[in-house]
């Protein structure tokens, strides 16, 4: 049987649940996921080889404003990825749309009008379905939908509980083009170690942080070394926040805010290296950090040829 392999975009609003999605496909986390919007800031790829399919899935940030330089590097991700695809994928929030139709032209009106005027094969992911219990209340949507993209597949998910992974992934390998594999069957994504931990740190401040403070911040990896001796990793992260009152919120009464962080940080790095980890996490304030251009390529938010 002759192989399949292709780049697969994941697009759509946030908090549809494209990473939660991504995770689910792969069957292992490359891709953070915090229930608060914009968590994904950049293109994280996520690798699925199975015997004869090999998708490259190309997970984006949401569509939506946020401010500064930022907001156009999130926003170039989406189109770099619409660009390179081969299969293109939004995922829909189910709960959303299914109650509210209107909003699908509010939130998708930029993305379908592309769909329509573009050739390549569309799978629409309607997210989310385990939130509802009558099915039938996606029929208004998915009619919709139709009539807006009839080429399109439609199919219902829930990321969460893993509904409907199996078929999605066999839908995916069938709608590739015919292709070599690009990548070592064992290689889950082309993301960085350093990249990968600076995230986790991340998604733990999204966890644990209230309102406008996690879109403030950003996490480096400051310095890696590995013992030959005990095989521990030693991790030193630097956390940049935009204010003083940010610092303070993110250390906490006595430090404890960070510790939490930092543990529970550490844990899932252990897991991510299969190695012994000792994680030092600072914090400090770097006011405008975001309009920065050679600081957020130094995050790995920028390519390096933008």
């Keep these: 049987m002759e192989n399949r392999c292709g780049r697969?975009?994941?697009?759509?609003?946030?908090?549809?649940?494209?990473?939660?999605?991504?995770?689910?496909?792969?069957?292992?986390?490359?891709?953070?996921?915090?229930?608060?919007?914009?968590?994904?800031?950049?293109q994280i790829v996520g690798i699925l080889s199975e015997e004869n399919s090999q998708a490259i899935f190309l997970d984006?940030?949401?569509?939506?404003?946020?401010?500064?330089?930022?907001?156009?590097?999130?926003?170039?991700?989406?189109?770099?990825?619409?660009r390179q695809a081969d299969l293109l994928m939004p995922v829909l929030d189910g709960q959303i749309y299914v109650r509210h139709l209107e909003q699908v032209a509010e939130d998708l009106g930029p993305l379908m009008q592309a769909l329509i005027e573009d050739t390549r094969p569309v799978i629409i992911v309607v997210n989310k379905i385990d939130l509802f219990a009558d099915k039938s209340l996606l029929l208004p949507l998915f009619d919709m939908l139709h009539k807006d993209l009839p080429r399109a597949e439609l199919f219902p998910v829930?990321?969460?509980?893993?509904?409907?992974?199996?078929?999605l992934?066999?839908?995916?390998?069938?709608?590739?083009?015919?292709?070599?594999r690009e990548y070592p069957l064992d290689q889950l994504s082309t993301q960085p170690e350093r990249f990968l931990v600076a995230e986790l740190i991340r998604e733990k401040l999204f966890l644990y942080l209230h309102q406008e403070v996690p879109y403030n911040l950003a996490v480096d990896i400051?310095?890696?070394?590995?013992?030959a001796a005990t095989g521990q990793i030693v991790i030193n992260g630097l956390i940049y926040v935009t204010k003083p009152m940010y610092k303070a919120m993110i250390i906490g009464h006595g430090g404890s805010m960070l510790k939490k962080i930092g543990s529970e940080a550490r844990q899932e790095i252990q897991t991510l290296l299969g190695r012994k980890v000792h994680l030092e996490l600072w914090v400090k304030v770097r006011d405008h950090w975001?309009?920065?251009?050679?600081?957020?390529?130094?995050?790995?938010l920028v390519a390096e040829d933008m």
């Excluded at 066999?170 to 015919?178: G, H, K, N």
């Excluded at 400051?222 to 013992?227: G, H, Q, R």
Aim: with cysteine; aromatic share 4%.
């Design 8 to 42: 697969v975009a994941l697009l759509g609003p946030p908090n549809a649940g494209k990473s939660t999605l991504l995770n689910a496909l792969l069957g292992q986390k490359v891709t953070i996921v915090t229930p608060k919007p914009q968590t994904t800031r950049t």
């Design 60 to 82: 984006t940030p949401g569509l939506a404003q946020v401010r500064g330089r930022l907001s156009k590097t999130m926003n170039m991700a989406i189109w770099e990825s619409l």
């Design 158 to 167: 829930s990321a969460l509980e893993k509904d409907g992974i199996p078929k």
């Design 169 to 180: 992934r066999e839908l995916v390998a069938q709608a590739l083009p015919i292709a070599p």
């Design 222 to 227: 400051e310095n890696w070394e590995e013992c």
């Design 290 to 300: 975001y309009e920065d251009p050679a600081f957020l390529r130094d995050l790995g």
